[in-house]
T-cell receptor
Framework: DQQVKQNSPSLSVQEGRISILNCDYT??????FLWYKKYPAEGPTFLIS?????DKNEDGRFTVFLNKSAKHLSLHIVPSQPGDSAVYFC???????????FGTGTRLQVFP | NAGVMQNPRHLVRRRGQEARLRCSPM?????VYWYRQLPEEGLKFMVY????????ESGMPKERFSAEFPKEGPSILRIQQVVRGDSAAYFC????????????FGAGTRLSVL
């Protein structure tokens, strides 16, 4: 039962352009969402998060959008840089639990 | 300002042996989480601990797996009588009490069972 889904296993974007990574979820009770970036042989690094009471959160080049009616969130990276090449995981949590439910990840490649 | 420290980074065990994975949370963090990542999959929650307490072990296999977070020292994830299917990357995360939703991860321990 995959409650958090990232349907695109990979994405390739040219340097300087926008990268858009998508995530869908099935549990309407999720109230907090996070994006993590992961390089090979390293642990996930926290990028940005959003509470379900908001529809947008921005931090530098990273913006997360939440569409609760569609149970969809997306991460926008602009402008994309080669150092952004990594696997990006979407995660969700419920207020009354502390565990994160992760998607399967999207591998982003930013080429020159 | 050390982050979450996990050791060893790589662990090789033969079937039937025991594996012990250690995790020291970030300074000031009182919550520890363990996740497992199988190849080509996302991270799966295993267990959530506070000092001397297991809060949620709903993701932990019922047999052979145990976890602790003693009053002193690191958190330990213990796998007894390992099997090949236990081969995975095991990640530990920690969070501060006031920001429990944001978890900070260690570099992981890659367990290989021969």
């Amino acid at each position: 039962d995959q409650q958090v889904k990232q349907n695109s296993p990979s994405l390739s974007v040219q340097e300087g352009r926008i990268s858009i990574l998508n995530c869908d979820y099935t549990n309407s009770m999720f109230d907090y969402f996070l994006w993590y970036k992961k390089y090979p042989a390293e642990g996930p690094t926290f990028l940005i998060s959003i509470s379900s009471i908001k529809d947008k959160n921005e931090d530098g080049r990273f913006t997360v959008f939440l569409n609760k009616s569609a149970k969809h969130l997306s991460l926008h990276i602009v402008p994309s840089q080669p150092g952004d090449s990594a696997v990006y995981f979407c995660a969700a949590s419920l207020d009354n639990t502390d565990k994160l439910i992760f998607g399967t990840g999207t591998r982003l490649q930013v080429f020159p | 300002n050390a982050g979450v420290m996990q050791n060893p980074r790589h662990l090789v065990r033969r079937r039937g042996q025991e594996a012990r994975l250690r995790c020291s949370p970030m300074k000031g963090h009182s919550h520890v989480y363990w996740y497992r990542q199988l190849p080509e999959e996302g991270l799966k929650f295993m267990v959530y601990l506070q000092k001397e307490n297991i809060i949620d072990e709903s993701g932990m296999p019922k047999e052979r797996f145990s976890a602790e977070f003693p009053k002193e020292g690191p958190s330990i994830l213990r796998i007894q009588q390992v099997v090949r299917g236990d081969s995975a990357a095991y990640f530990c995360a920690s969070s501060p009490w006031r920001e429990r939703n944001i978890q900070y991860f260690g570099a992981g321990t890659r367990l290989s069972v021969l």
